[in-house]
């Protein structure tokens, strides 16, 4: 993978990040809290593992 292809997704998942980060909690289901939580989590753990390819 490209270095500036790398970027470009951290980029990306790092926007979506904060889209799901802006959401009204206090209007979701407790099922839907736990969704956005868990793609939250699983967009950090791709930016991490974009990030530690760009390292070495």
């Not at 979506?16 to 407790?30: A, D, G, T």
Request: charged content about 35%.
């Amino acid at each position: 993978m490209k270095e500036k292809e790398t970027k470009q997704y951290i980029d990306q998942y790092s926007k979506e990040i904060e889209k799901y980060q802006s959401l009204s909690r206090s209007l979701m289901s407790r099922d839907e809290m736990i969704m956005v939580d868990n793609k939250i989590i699983q967009l950090k753990g791709r930016i991490k593992n974009l990030r530690s390819i760009l390292s070495s």
